[in-house]
């Protein structure tokens, strides 16, 4: 199977993920469109190792999903905290800073 076939399923996947986050209200959508722009970023690093030959590709994809594993922790902690105070759950209402 050619490379070419990796890379459009990356970037189709990436182009969903770009439109979920700009069209979605929610924050919980928007880290679950996160994370399929981070894993097709993967995927194109993944199909750029394999053509060159070398694992660095498939190393530093790791390195990228162990950062997206963290972010996503994070996000969700942010999400229950903002729930438990009864706050919104709509990013165009939480965009201002409250003290």
């Known amino acids: 199977m050619n490379i ?3 890379i459009v399923l ?3 996947l990436f182009a ?3 439109m979920g986050i700009l069209l979605r209200r929610s924050p919980i959508v928007i ?3 996160l994370e399929l722009m981070l894993n097709a970023g993967n995927l194109a690093l993944v199909a750029f190792s394999r053509m060159v030959g070398n694992q660095e590709g498939q190393v530093f994809a790791i390195v ?3 950062v997206a594993a963290c972010e996503v922790v994070i996000g969700l ?3 229950v905290a903002i729930f438990r105070r009864k706050l919104p759950l709509d990013v165009d209402e939480l965009r201002e800073l409250r003290g």
Request: charged fraction near 5%.
């Open 16 to 18: 969903v993920g770009a």
């Open 31 to 33: 880290l679950l469109c």
């Open 64 to 66: 990228v999903m162990v």
């Open 4 to 6: 070419e076939w990796y």
């Open 10 to 12: 990356s970037s189709l």
């Open 77 to 79: 902690g942010l999400i």
